[in-house]
């Protein structure tokens, strides 16, 4: 079993940068941000494998930056340039090498207009 525990989230006025943090208790292939606004499915934000290739929604390309420290078995997104339309509760999802999943607790991240 592995836990995953995210950090980082907050209060920011549009235009601001955050940084959320996910560290896994172990070794996880795959790790993916996700976000869910008041109302609205989950959706993915950006996911990146132990080999460094990231994906992003289009909705964040240019503006957030996904990024791993595998000896810390972490993973980070670095968000800039935030967006009202950005507010939601972010997620850490992880997979094994093995195909199992997990989810962190969730981060709030609200950005004032």
């Known amino acids: 079993q592995v836990q995953l525990v995210e950090s980082g989230g907050g209060l920011v006025q549009a235009g601001g940068s955050l940084r959320l943090s996910c560290a896994a208790s172990?070794?996880?292939?795959?790790f993916t941000w996700y976000r869910q606004a008041p109302g609205k499915a989950r959706e993915l934000v950006a996911s990146?494998?132990?080999?460094?290739?990231?994906i992003y929604a289009d909705s964040v390309k240019g503006r957030f930056t996904i990024s791993g420290d595998n000896a810390k078995k972490t993973v980070y997104l670095e968000m800039n340039s935030l967006k009202p339309e950005d507010t939601a509760v972010y997620y850490c999802?992880?997979?094994?090498?093995?195909?199992?999943?997990?989810w962190g607790q969730g981060t709030q991240v609200t950005v004032s207009s």
């Open positions: 172990g070794t996880i292939f795959r």
């Open positions: 990146i494998t132990r080999g460094d290739t990231a």
């Open positions: 999802w992880g997979m094994q090498s093995d195909y199992r999943t997990y």
